[in-house]
C-alpha cells in the first residue's frame, strides 16, 4: 500500500551494460548517469539500471528511458544528453 504523495509512476532509464556497449563505455555513462540522479534529487521520479543487449548494438550505446531509446550517447556527452534529452521527460 502507497501512503499518500508517494510517486509511483517512475521512470526507468536503462543502459545496455553487453559486451558491444561495454567497449563503447557504458560503464562511464552509467556512473555519469547516477551521479546526475543524486545531484539533481532524481531519486524518487527515475530508476536507473543496467541491461544487457537491448538489440541496438549497431546504433552505438544503448540507452533507453521507459524502453524508448536515447539516441547520441556516448562517454564524452553523457551529462549533456542527461540534461537535454532525459531531464525534460522527467
Not at 553487453?18 to 540522479?37: A, D, M, N, Q, W
Not at 550505446?61 to 542527461?82: C, I, K, R, Y
Amino acid at each position: 500500500m502507497y501512503g499518500k504523495g508517494v510517486r509511483v509512476n517512475m521512470k526507468d532509464l536503462t543502459v545496455c551494460v553487453g559486451s558491444s556497449c561495454h567497449l563503447k563505455g557504458s560503464y562511464p555513462v552509467l556512473k555519469t548517469f547516477e551521479r546526475l540522479i543524486k545531484q539533481e534529487h532524481l531519486e524518487d521520479k527515475v530508476t536507473l539500471k543496467a541491461s544487457f543487449c537491448q538489440g541496438r548494438c549497431m546504433q552505438g550505446l544503448s540507452v533507453s528511458l521507459d524502453g524508448e531509446p536515447v539516441e547520441g550517447v556516448t562517454m564524452v556527452n553523457a551529462e549533456q544528453v542527461f540534461h537535454e534529452k532525459i531531464l525534460p521527460q522527467l
